[in-house]
C-alpha cells in the first residue's frame, strides 16, 4: 500500500544534542509538509518542499532545518533540541496540481521527547 | 486572514446516539475543506473532503458533512456514534498548498 513512514515512531534525546527525525513516501507526491504538534493543540507547519524548493513559515525556528534528498525522503534536523521542543513530529505529503486542493496524507508521527 | 473555527473543545455523546461537530471557516474564495481524525499518538487520518458540486460529502466510518456557503460552515455529521470513534476532530481549509487548520474537538464517547 502507497503510504507515509515516519521513524522512528519514538525518539528520546537530550537537551541540545542534535536529532533527526526522518519522513519517506511511496505516493510519489512533488509535495512534503512538516509540522510540529503540541498536546491538545491543531498540528503547526513548520515548512514544506514543493519538489526542491524549500519554503520556511516565518515563525519556525533556525534551529529546525530540513533536507529532501531525493523525491522519496524528507528530514527534519533539530540543531540544539531544547525542552519546548517536545512534541509530535508529523510528516505530510501531497500532490499539488493547478485548480486543485491540497489533500495531504499523514505519517503516522514521530514522538519526540527531550530530557 | 483566513481562518478555521471549530466552536467546542470538548463534546461527549453516548454510543449510539448521533454526532454533529461544527466547522466554521473565513476564506474569501471557493474553499478548499477538510475533515481529519486523530486518535491518540497517531497521526491524521482524511474522513472527507469538499472541493465542488454536490454539498453533502460522504466519507469514511459513516461520516459525513455538508457544505453551506451561506452559513460559511462545513459541520461533520455521524447519525450513530461507536465508541472507537473517540478521537480528536480537526476541520482544515486549504489555501496556497497549506492547510489552515482549526483548533480541534476532543471526543469523547460515554457507554
Known amino acids: 500500500d502507497a503510504m507515509v513512514i515516519q521513524n522512528p515512531r519514538y525518539q528520546v534525546t537530550q537537551f541540545g544534542k542534535p536529532v533527526t527525525l526522518s519522513c519517506s513516501q511511496t505516493?510519489?507526491?512533488?509535495?512534503m509538509y512538516w509540522y510540529q504538534q503540541k498536546s491538545s493543540q491543531a498540528p503547526k507547519l513548520l515548512f514544506h518542499y514543493y519538489d526542491k524548493d524549500f519554503n520556511n513559515e516565518a515563525d519556525t525556528p533556525d534551529n529546525f532545518q530540513s533536507r529532501r534528498p531525493n523525491t522519496s525522503f524528507c528530514f527534519l534536523d533539530i540543531r540544539s533540541p531544547g525542552l519546548g521542543d517536545a512534541a509530535m513530529y508529523l510528516c505530510a505529503t501531497a500532490m499539488r496540481t493547478s485548480g486543485m486542493g491540497n489533500e495531504q496524507f499523514f505519517g503516522p508521527g514521530t514522538r519526540l521527547t527531550v530530557l | 486572514a483566513q481562518s478555521v473555527t471549530q466552536p467546542d473543545i470538548h463534546i461527549t455523546v453516548s454510543e449510539g446516539a448521533s454526532l454533529e461537530l461544527r466547522c466554521n471557516y473565513s476564506?474569501?474564495?471557493?474553499?478548499?475543506l477538510f475533515w481529519y481524525v486523530q486518535s491518540p499518538g497517531q497521526g491524521l487520518q482524511l474522513l472527507l473532503k469538499?472541493?465542488?458540486?454536490?454539498?453533502l460529502v460522504q466519507g469514511i466510518k459513516g461520516f459525513e458533512a455538508e457544505f453551506k456557503r451561506s452559513q460559511s460552515s462545513f459541520n461533520l455529521r455521524k447519525p450513530s456514534v461507536h465508541w472507537s470513534d473517540a478521537a480528536e476532530y480537526f476541520c482544515?481549509?486549504?489555501?496556497?498548498?497549506?492547510?489552515?487548520f482549526g483548533q480541534g474537538t476532543e471526543l469523547s464517547v460515554k457507554p
Open positions: 482544515a481549509v486549504a489555501k496556497g498548498g497549506k492547510l489552515i
Open positions: 469538499y472541493f465542488s458540486g454536490d454539498t
Open positions: 476564506y474569501g474564495a471557493t474553499p478548499y
Open positions: 505516493l510519489n507526491h512533488n509535495v
